[in-house]
C-alpha cells in the first residue's frame, strides 16, 4: 500500500519568551534530536479521514458538519484540504506518532500539526511551502494555547533558527558557530495558557512595570543575535540566558523545580541557564562547551529531570 508521510522537528524558544507577545523580538531554533511524523494511508471505504493520535491513544474523525466540535488536529487537517481544494469525504487514515514530550514546551502539538499538513501536501503531490505550513499550524496552535504569539509554528515549518516579532515576517539566521544545548523537562505540564493569562492580568496591574521588563527581556535577545550571527561567543551568550531567567523569575514563570535544574546546570559548568518557553513545568535549556554535555546531562538527571535531550544548534 502507498503510503505518504510528513515530519517536523520540536523547538525550544532560546530567548525573549512572554515579551514575545507583547510585540517584543524572540528567538527560538528546532530541535531535530525529537521528531513528529504523520503518514496517510487509504482507509476502508467510506470511513472518512480519521487521525489516529498513537501516543495519546486517541482518534479524531475528521469533522465535515458545521458547529460540531473540532479538536485542533482535525481541524488543521480540514483546513488543509481546504486549501487543496480536495474533497473532505475521502477515505484516509492519517497516524501521527511523536518523539516530542507532550506539554513541555517542545512544540509537540504544532509540530504534529506540521507534520499532518505536509503528509497531506505531499499527497496531493503539492509542495508545502514554509509560509503555508506555519499559518496552517498556527490555526491549531490558537486551539491549544487561546492567543500564541505564533513563534511555535514558525520555528517548526521553517526548520531554521529564527528571529520572530509577531505580526512581522520571521527572519531565518544561521549561527556562525555551532552550539550545544542540554534540554532537560522537569516532568511538570507547562501550563502555557495559564502563564501567559497571569503575565497579563500582572501586566494590567503594573503596565510600566511590566513594559520595563519586556523591554529589557528585548535588548537581551538583541544581544543575543549578533552573538549567534557574528561573534560566536559563548560565556557571553550563557550569561545572557542567566539574565533572561532573571527577569522570567520577575514575571511570575520560574517555580522552585525549574530553579532547582538550572541551579544544578549551572553548578556542573553549563555556560548559562533559563527555563524555555511557558514556564512553571516544562523544559529548561542550558548552554554547554562541547566538553561539559555529559557532566551537565548527569547532572540534571540527578536533580530530577525526568528526560535530558542534548542538542547542537548548528
Ligand atoms: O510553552 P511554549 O513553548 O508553547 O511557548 C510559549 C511561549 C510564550 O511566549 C510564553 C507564548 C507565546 O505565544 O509566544
Known amino acids: 500500500m502507498q503510503t505518504f508521510q510528513g515530519s517536523a522537528p520540536g523547538k525550544v524558544i532560546l530567548l525573549g519568551e512572554h515579551a514575545v507577545v507583547y510585540g517584543r523580538p524572540a528567538i527560538a531554533v528546532p530541535v531535530?534530536?525529537?521528531?513528529?511524523?504523520?503518514?496517510?494511508?487509504?482507509?476502508?471505504?467510506?470511513?472518512?479521514?480519521?487521525?489516529?493520535?498513537?501516543?495519546?491513544?486517541?482518534?479524531?474523525?475528521?469533522?465535515?458538519?458545521?458547529?460540531?466540535?473540532?479538536?485542533?488536529?482535525?481541524?488543521?487537517?480540514?483546513?488543509?484540504?481546504?486549501?487543496?481544494?480536495?474533497?473532505?469525504?475521502?477515505?484516509?487514515?492519517?497516524?501521527?506518532?511523536?518523539?516530542?514530550?507532550?506539554?513541555?514546551?517542545?512544540?509537540?502539538?504544532?509540530?504534529?500539526?506540521?507534520?499532518?499538513?505536509?503528509?497531506?501536501?505531499?499527497?496531493?503531490?503539492?509542495?508545502?511551502?514554509?509560509?503555508?505550513?506555519?499559518?496552517?499550524?498556527?490555526?491549531?496552535?490558537?486551539?491549544?494555547?487561546?492567543?500564541?504569539?505564533?513563534?511555535?509554528?514558525?520555528?517548526?515549518a521553517y526548520g531554521a533558527p529564527v528571529w520572530f516579532v509577531k505580526g512581522a515576517p520571521p527572519q531565518i539566521f544561521t549561527p556562525c558557530r555551532p552550539f550545544t544545548l542540554v534540554i532537560a523537562d522537569s516532568g511538570i505540564a507547562s501550563p502555557t495558557k495559564e502563564t501567559v493569562g497571569d503575565v497579563r492580568q500582572a501586566w494590567q496591574k503594573q503596565p510600566n512595570h511590566f513594559e520595563a521588563i519586556f523591554d529589557e527581556i528585548s535588548q537581551i535577545a538583541e544581544q543575543a543575535r549578533h552573538i549567534i550571527e557574528q561573534t560566536g561567543h559563548l560565556s557571553k551568550l550563557g550569561q545572557l540566558f542567566n539574565e533572561n531567567q532573571c527577569l522570567l523569575a520577575a514575571l511570575g514563570v520560574s517555580s522552585q523545580m525549574l530553579e532547582k535544574l538550572l541551579a544544578a546546570a549551572r553548578r556542573a559548568g553549563a555556560l548559562g541557564a533559563k527555563l524555555s518557553g511557558g514556564g512553571r513545568g516544562g523544559n529548561i535549556i542550558a548552554l554547554v562547551e562541547d566538553a561539559a554535555a555529559d557532566e551537565v546531562r548527569s547532572a540534571l538527571l540527578q536533580a530530577g529531570a525526568k528526560q535530558v535531550i542534548v542538542t547542537r544548534v548548528a
Open 32 to 156: 531535530w534530536e525529537t521528531t513528529a511524523t504523520a503518514v496517510i494511508t487509504d482507509s476502508e471505504p467510506r470511513r472518512g479521514v480519521t487521525i489516529v493520535a498513537r501516543d495519546l491513544g486517541q482518534e479524531f474523525p475528521l469533522v465535515t458538519s458545521a458547529g460540531a466540535e473540532e479538536h485542533p488536529f482535525s481541524r488543521v487537517a480540514r483546513l488543509t484540504l481546504e486549501r487543496l481544494h480536495l474533497p473532505l469525504n475521502l477515505d484516509w487514515r492519517i497516524a501521527l506518532t511523536s518523539t516530542i514530550p507532550i506539554a513541555s514546551g517542545l512544540g509537540s502539538g504544532a509540530a504534529l500539526s506540521a507534520a499532518l499538513v505536509r503528509a497531506i501536501f505531499a499527497k496531493a503531490g503539492e509542495p508545502a511551502e514554509p509560509t503555508v505550513v506555519s499559518a496552517l499550524v498556527y490555526e491549531s496552535e490558537r486551539y491549544f494555547h487561546g492567543t500564541p504569539s505564533g513563534i511555535d509554528n514558525t520555528v517548526i
